[in-house]
């Protein structure tokens, strides 16, 4: 099974700055990865797939880089909504397609 | 707009069963895969269950392989988890999700979300 690991755990940012989140995968997955948010109590939403696609709806300040095994979710000029949960997913390797365990990103 | 929305869940003990369902609308209900998505409490997300878009595959988790079973009935619109001799670690938040599709082929992302429904094994 392929592990997804991402960092840091918890990435405290103030509004208005740039966020970066990480996602490395155990093996190369390609470019088969996606990236969620997660508010409080709210389901996932997808933000990108394929690496670097916004899924519709995403706003220009989300953008996905990376290929192979290391991935970057950036957030630029961060707004208060986006302070949640963040977790990427490999599915080059679906099923299952795995999970990270998340990013908390906080003010 | 495409809309997912989960019912079905509750208490149950181990060793029981229990039956979700997933009432979808907004896109033609066999032009793509649905699944099942969920998260423990205070953990992470792991997908469950693949139904194909034209019902005649079906894909499973190993935790749950053998236990739970995806359908759908297409007249109403609705996509089911039957879940059988449940555990405690089967207690978790339980998404419904239209699956990533590329021509026609499921790609193994989830496009959109239910809101979710709990499923909560004890005695």
């Known amino acids: 099974e392929i592990v997804m690991t991402q960092s840091p755990a918890t990435l405290s940012v103030s509004p208005g700055e740039r966020a970066t989140l990480s996602c490395r995968a155990s093996?190369?997955?390609?470019?088969?990865l996606a990236w969620y948010q997660q508010r409080p109590g709210q389901a996932p939403r997808l933000l990108i797939y394929?690496?670097?696609t916004r899924a519709t709806g995403i706003p220009a300040r989300f953008s996905g880089s990376g290929s192979g095994t290391v991935f970057t979710l950036t957030i630029s000029s961060l707004k208060s909504e986006d302070f949640a949960f963040y977790f990427c997913?490999?599915?080059?390797?679906?099923?299952?397609?795995?999970f990270g365990r998340g990013t908390k990103l906080e003010i | 707009e495409v809309q997912l929305l989960e019912s079905g869940g509750g208490l149950v003990q181990p060793g029981g069963s229990l039956r979700l369902s997933c009432a979808a609308s907004?896109?033609?209900?066999?032009?793509?895969?649905l699944g099942w998505v969920r998260q423990g409490p205070g953990k992470g997300l792991e997908w469950v269950s693949t139904?194909?878009?034209?019902?005649?595959?079906?894909y499973y988790g190993e935790s749950v392989e053998g236990r739970f079973s995806v359908s759908r009935d297409i007249s109403t619109n609705i996509f089911y988890l039957q879940m059988n001799s449940l555990r405690a670690e089967d207690t978790a938040v339980y998404y419904c999700a239209v699956m990533g599709d590329f021509w026609g082929t499921i790609e193994g992302y989830m496009d959109v979300w239910g809101k979710g429904t709990t499923v909560t094994v004890s005695s």
């Open positions: 997913q490999q599915y080059n390797n679906w099923p299952p397609g795995t």
């Open positions: 093996e190369s997955v390609s470019s088969n």
């Open positions: 139904l194909s878009q034209n019902a005649d595959a079906t």
């Open positions: 394929g690496a670097s």
């Open positions: 907004g896109f033609t209900f066999n032009s793509r895969a």
